[in-house]
């Protein structure tokens, strides 16, 4: 039995993003919903708590990097 996150509870989070320059960010955030998904697998809600604003303008600039990557990936796909 694995054990899900309590729903409100304040969790601390590092965040590893790859690009553009290898970096960790650390922050709080609040478990809003958590659904089991696979064997051992969970998708999670969070929202985070405290976050520098550094932080989350650079999750933002990765969001839409990795948004704008797969946009082109698909219009490849699609394209006779």
Do not use: H, M, W, Y
Request: hydrophobic share 40%.
């Amino acid at each position: 039995n694995e054990a899900l996150p309590k729903l409100q509870r304040s969790v601390g989070l590092e965040i590893s993003l790859p690009e553009p320059k290898p970096e960790r960010i650390r922050c709080v955030a609040q478990v809003i919903r958590v659904v089991k998904k696979d064997e051992g697998r969970f998708e999670a809600a969070l929202q985070f708590e405290k976050i520098t604003s550094d932080a989350r303008d650079k999750i933002v600039a990765f969001c839409f990097a990795e948004q704008r990557k797969q946009l082109r990936f698909r219009v490849r796909i699609a394209s006779p």
